[in-house]
């Protein structure tokens, strides 16, 4: 913020700390996270499913609930990821009308521990390197994700899908405050427990949130660009968050 003489926020929280640091409210735009615009763009683009597995599992499975999963951060390598990977299986084998569809992070340690504890576990998929516009279509068929992705909880709040965050805690706490969003970080008991919990809702009608974006963040900083260097006379308009 010290090198900065505009500054793009993308919350409510993200303008409120930066006014707490001392930058003044005229260098400050509420813009939204361009990572919605990105999310938002892609999906209305209705691209074909390139991944062969996924797109066998989506185009003839409309009978599952579809469990989105993915695990990478570092702090959770080890027993943390085996817990998340014991958790999954349980969840299959507690709730018969489920499909969980996990992503592999590529690291080899890693993949091994979950294809260890998973292989072969019935209605669960083992998905390798999708594309984020296949990664994208998965996720929005989702009833439940379950990450330690930053990005992810981003992406399933604002399609409105619930998500157990398998962290201790989260710089998205907008999530946990409008209900999308738990906390459980990676003991097995409570992630099943949540998970279960979520998924007796069902196929409940998801609608977009507008937590972190609304699709049109690049548009409001292109004006704002726009008119300060005067070559445009329109009023910026703010992003107005609603959960």
Known sequence: TRLADFHFAPTLLAKKNLLEEGVAESQILLAGNTVVDALFWILNQNLPVSHPVLKEELEHDHSHLLV???AHRRENWGEGIQNVASAVKM???MNGSVKIF?????????REMVLRELAGTPRVILLDSLEYPDFLKLLSRSALVISDSGGVQEEAASLGIPVLITRESTERPEIVET???????????EIVRQALSFLREGTLPRERRYLFGDGNAS?????FVSHLFRLSDRDVQEFAPSS
């Open 179 to 189: 209900g999308l969003g738990v906390l459980v970080g990676c003991r097995r008991e």
């Open 219 to 223: 548009l409001r900083i292109l004006d």
């Open 102 to 110: 996990f992503a592999l992070h590529p690291n080899p340690s890693v």
């Open 68 to 70: 989105t999963v993915t």
């Open 91 to 93: 969840i299959a084998k």
